[in-house]
C-alpha cells in the first residue's frame, strides 16, 4: 500500500504542470483581499517557479517591479496573501520581512542585502515515516501576524511556497515567490538583530534537507523547515 501511494505521487508530479501553477497576486489588508498587484510587486514571470537559489529573482521573483499602492498594516494585527489559483503541490511556506531603508519606499527598495528576518512559516505535519502531510495543500490564501513589538516603517513581505514534488533532485525544489510592499505603524519598537537577517538569495544553498528531499519514498520520518527560526 506504501508503495502503492508512492507511485501516485510519483506519476502526479511527472503530469504537465503548467496548469497546476500558481500565483501570489494579492493582499489581504483588514480581512479584505485587494485588487491583484494593487500592493503587490508585478513580475515577468507568469506561473513559472523559481529553482535557482543562487538568482536574483529568488528576492522578489523574475522582472519584479514596483506596484502602485503601499497597504498600512498595523502591528499586532493580520496580513496575508491571496493566489490566482490554490496551491496544488506538496510543500512548506515561509514569509520574510525586510526593513526599507531610509531614502527608499516599499515601491523602490528592491530588497537587496542582508535585510530579511522570518516572520511566519508552515511546515510538514510527519508521524516517523508512515505519513507527511502539508497544510497548505489547497490554500487559496495564507494569513500571518505582523509582530506587534515591530518598529513602524516601509516594508517589503515575502511569502514562497516552496513545492517539493519533484525536489529529489538538486535544484529541483520550486519556489512561487511575491513580494508586497506595506507600511507598518503602531508603537512598536524593536527591530530583529543582525543576526536574525539574511539575504535573499543567499539564505539558501539548496542542500538543505527541507529542500533537497524525496518526500514519496521512504517517506520522511520527519522534516526541517528551511531557512533561519521566525524572529519573535
Known amino acids: 500500500m506504501k508503495f502503492f501511494a508512492a507511485a501516485l505521487g510519483v506519476a502526479a508530479a511527472l503530469v504537465p504542470q503548467v496548469a497546476a501553477h500558481y500565483r501570489w497576486t494579492s493582499l489581504i489588508v483588514n480581512g479584505t483581499t485587494t485588487t491583484a498587484y494593487q500592493y503587490v510587486k508585478p513580475n515577468t514571470n507568469i506561473n513559472s517557479p523559481v529553482t535557482v537559489v543562487s538568482s536574483s529573482d529568488m528576492t522578489c521573483n523574475a522582472g519584479a517591479s514596483s506596484a502602485p499602492g503601499i497597504a498600512w498594516v498595523q502591528a499586532g494585527t493580520s496580513v496575508g496573501f491571496a493566489l490566482d489559483t490554490p496551491i496544488f503541490h506538496p510543500g512548506p511556506i515561509n514569509v520574510y520581512m525586510a526593513k526599507v531603508p531610509t531614502g527608499q ?18 511546515g510538514a505535519i510527519t508521524d516517523g515515516g508512515s505519513t507527511i502531510k502539508w497544510p497548505a495543500d489547497n490554500l487559496a490564501s495564507f494569513s500571518f501576524t505582523i509582530p506587534s ?9 515575502r511569502i ?5 514534488h519533484t525536489a529529489s533532485a538538486y535544484g529541483e525544489a ?11 505603524f503602531g508603537t512598536g519598537t524593536s527591530s530583529p538583530s543582525s543576526s536574525s537577517l539574511v539575504a535573499i538569495p543567499g539564505v539558501y544553498t539548496g542542500y538543505e534537507p527541507g529542500l533537497l528531499i524525496n518526500i514519496w519514498w521512504p517517506i520522511p520520518a520527519t522534516y526541517t523547515q528551511p531557512g533561519p527560526a521566525v524572529w519573535s
Open 149 to 157: 513589538k515591530l518598529v513602524a516603517g516601509d516594508y517589503l513581505v
Open 174 to 184: 520550486q519556489f512561487y515567490i511575491s513580494c508586497g510592499q506595506i507600511h507598518v
Open 105 to 122: 519606499t516599499a515601491a523602490t527598495f528592491t530588497g537587496t542585502g542582508n535585510v530579511w528576518f522570518k516572520v511566519a512559516e508552515l
Open 160 to 164: 514562497e511556497h516552496i513545492a517539493l
